[in-house]
């Protein structure tokens, strides 16, 4: 018996929840542990806690069952963070944390120092969804826990195109596979397929993206006005980052929103040399060697300069090598 399978089977009651703004990762991992625990511990009861997440994720069997932290106080036996690397980033559902009886943490980002019970952290791993399917017992899988899992490694590898995708990555989406994924609609329904204004946001942030660092960077950026202008919210602002991060000869892509009076959230990506998560950890956000994000207050162009200031830093230093 694994020790994530021991954990639940001392306890009736368990919460899972995901950080803020959750992407692929997230949600398949909120869902894929649900239908795990669901399915194989019938005397305990778990329930998702997470902000509305994108309706693409619907195709996902026990999207209905995710719930959003209302007023009223409960105590669980156990409360899972996944894929999340602080209390803070688990936003309402935080206090649902504090009062638990005992607390898990698992996660795969660097940034995490850890703010559970026990703590389960892999900065090397591909995904939160990998390391889940590492703690469970693989006969215990279903299609259902497979699909949302193998959505979440797929997500946070890229399709298995990033440097984070290992050898064992693929063994484990192989895996989840052979239990029946249909992982050509998960992949088309989730990640590849763009709304008519997706498309269109896009289109204009690719159009009016800034090289920078001679060449090694780009930076785009989208303003409220314009969200406004073309329908969408930030959900929809979902994968430009890495579409600047494709340009050729560019190292670091820089994507940022506005979300208040001189306040921006940006998304960081590199390819091969600049750790975004220790820039992003400067400006009090984190993430991932390359991938991470922070909220900064100040003009756009102060914002940049900043971050580009950290950036060039890295390059240079890493060219002196």
């Keep these: 018996m694994t020790e994530l399978n021991k954990e639940i089977q001392e306890v009736r009651t368990v919460a899972i929840a995901g950080h803020i703004r959750p992407d692929g990762d997230s949600v398949g991992a909120c869902i894929g542990l649900w239908h795990y625990i669901r399915e194989n511990f019938e005397d305990t009861e778990a329930e998702i806690w997470l902000e509305k997440p994108d309706e693409k994720f619907a195709v996902l069997e026990g999207f209905d069952a995710i719930r959003r932290v209302d007023d009223e106080e409960r105590e669980y036996d156990l409360f899972i963070a996944v894929d999340c690397g602080s209390c803070e980033r688990l936003g309402a559902a935080s206090r649902y944390f504090e009062h638990a009886k005992r607390t898990i943490c698992v996660d795969h980002h660097v940034s995490n120092e850890g703010f559970a019970d026990v703590r389960e952290i892999d900065p090397d791993a591909s995904s939160t969804c990998e390391i889940l399917v590492r703690m469970m017992e693989p006969e215990k899988i279903s299609v259902r826990a497979a699909s949302a899992l193998y959505m979440g490694i797929a997500h946070d590898t890229g399709v298995f195109q990033y440097g984070n995708t290992s050898p064992d990555t693929m063994r484990t989406a192989a895996m989840l596979m052979e239990k029946g994924v249909n992982h050509t609609r998960i992949l088309e329904e989730t990640f590849y397929k763009k709304t008519y204004r997706q498309n269109q946001i896009l289109g204009k942030a690719l159009l009016e993206s800034m090289r920078v660092l001679d060449g090694r960077g780009i930076v785009s950026v989208v303003r409220r006005k314009e969200m406004t202008f073309f329908g969408v919210t930030p959900m929809d602002l979902d994968g430009i980052v890495s579409q600047l991060r494709l340009t050729e000869g560019v190292e670091v892509a820089i994507f940022l929103y506005e979300t208040g009076n001189l306040e921006y959230r940006v998304s960081l990506r590199s390819k091969n040399i600049v750790d975004v998560n220790e ?25 940049v300069n900043n971050l580009t200031l950290h950036i060039e830093h890295q390059i240079v230093e890493q060219e002196k090598q």
């Design 279 to 303: 820039v992003a950890t400067y400006f009090g956000g984190g993430g991932h060697v390359r991938a991470a994000g922070v909220t900064m207050k100040g003009t756009f162009h102060d914002i």
